[in-house]
Every structure is written in structure tokens, then in C-alpha cells.
């Protein structure tokens, strides 16, 4: 609990300044430490992007309107492979963050300490937090491609912060490192992600339909619920 409570306070005190909290250093807490204050906000992020307002609904309507159901067969699993997912992935990201600092400070020369790098690559783990809630509120259209870039700036931003006041980085190896390193993010999100690429294109204007078009299109739609009403009960969500 005690560590719960550190965290939320160390993420508020990142997103007030995270300036100050890039350039104070600490005593290494150990690595054991360090990697569970790295994964809390990889997982609730997770979790976050996961369990989406709209998934949520669906599953809950598939599963018969039971929350018993969607807590057993949903929820708790969920819960269960998502910790195991979040644990991989902060360890991955742990190594690739510190790697990168590393190769920085190689390429031009600037002094560099693991247990540094790991602390500052910890540290910017609480952007996935907030990428997650913006993927639970579910933003889409252009209003969302644009949330969507604040927020890769906000993040280009913390990673210029990291390199210039975590590793001693010059002011413009920082905002190049930064601005390239915060594209190649960006563009892996655009590319996995793939209501970017529909948020940007107009949508077009419905085609106008006959009436004998307009009750194929009610027929299939009531075969296609009868279809999952009888899947569904195959299952037993009879509930």
C-alpha cells in the first residue's frame, strides 16, 4: 500500500514538474524496487487501454448482462494475463530505454551510469499511463488524431527533458535525439493502431438504397443477432 501511495505521488509531482523531477537524483532504490515502480503504471495503463468504454459494453451485453459473468470470464482473466504481459513488457522496455540512454551518451561522449538510466527510463514510464486513459476514453475522428499528437509531443518533450537534465545531453544532440526518438514512437503507434489512419479520412456519404436493399440489410442484421443469441447460448450465458 505504502508503495501504491508513493507512486500516485511521484506521478502527480511528474506531471506538476517534470523538470524537477528528471533533474533530482536519489539513491538507487534497488533494482526490485525500481522495476515494480516502472511496471504499476505500464499495468494500469494496460488495463486502461484494454478495457475500453466500448469493449466493456459489448462484453457485457454479450455475455448476457451478468457483471458475475463479465468479472469471471473477462474481468479476472484479463487481470491475470495482463499482469504477466505488463511484467514482460516493462522488463523489455527497462532494457531498451536504459539502451538507448546508453547509446547516447556512447556516440557523443557524455558520462553514463546504469543505475542513472534506469531511474530516468522509470521515470517516463508514467506516460503510458497516460496514453492508456486516452485510449480508454476512446477519442476518435480528427479530434482524436489530435489528441493523440499533443500527447507524442508532451511525450517528445519528456524525453528531450531526459536527455538534456537526466544524462548531461547537449541542448541540441537533446531536442534532435528527442524529436527522432518521439517520431519513431509516434509512428509505431500510427501504424498498430488502426483508427489513426480512419480518423484522418473524410468519411464519405451514405449510398441511398432501394427499400427492397433496405430489408436485405434488416434481414442480415437479424440473422446475424440470431446467430450470436444462439453462440451465446451454446456457451451457457444464459444469464
Not at 35 to 49: D, E, H, M
Not at 102 to 127: C, D, M, N, P, Q
Not at 151 to 165: A, D, E, K, P
Request: aromatic share 16%.
Amino acid at each position: 500500500m505504502k508503495l501504491i501511495l508513493s507512486f500516485f505521488q511521484n506521478f502527480w509531482d511528474f506531471l506538476r514538474s517534470p523538470k524537477e523531477e528528471l533533474q533530482k537524483k536519489t539513491s538507487f532504490p534497488g533494482y526490485p524496487i525500481l522495476f515494480v515502480r516502472t511496471s504499476i503504471p505500464i499495468l494500469i495503463g494496460y488495463f486502461f487501454a484494454h478495457l475500453s468504454f466500448k469493449t466493456l459494453g459489448l462484453q457485457y451485453v454479450f455475455l448476457g448482462g451478468s457483471i458475475l459473468n463479465m468479472l469471471t470470464r473477462v474481468i479476472l482473466p484479463d487481470l491475470f494475463f495482463g499482469t504477466l504481459y505488463a511484467l514482460l513488457f516493462t522488463t523489455i522496455y527497462l532494457c531498451i530505454g536504459t539502451g538507448i540512454l546508453w547509446g547516447i551518451s556512447k556516440i557523443f561522449s557524455y558520462r553514463f551510469e546504469t543505475s542513472r538510466g534506469l531511474e530516468l527510463s522509470s521515470k517516463l514510464a508514467h506516460s503510458f499511463l497516460i496514453l492508456g486513459l486516452l485510449i480508454f476514453f476512446g477519442f476518435t475522428g480528427v479530434f482524436g488524431s489530435i489528441v493523440y499528437l499533443i500527447f507524442f509531443i508532451y511525450f517528445t518533450f519528456l524525453i528531450i527533458l531526459v536527455l538534456f537534465y537526466g544524462i548531461g545531453a547537449g541542448q541540441r544532440i537533446s531536442i534532435i535525439s528527442g524529436l527522432i526518438i518521439g517520431l519513431i514512437s509516434y509512428g509505431i503507434f500510427f501504424l498498430k493502431d488502426d483508427t489513426q489512419m480512419d480518423n484522418l479520412t473524410i468519411p464519405t456519404q451514405p449510398e441511398t438504397m432501394t427499400p427492397e436493399e433496405e430489408r436485405e440489410k434488416i434481414q442480415d442484421a437479424e440473422d446475424v443477432i440470431r446467430k450470436l443469441e444462439e453462440a451465446r447460448k451454446e456457451k451457457g450465458y444464459n444469464n
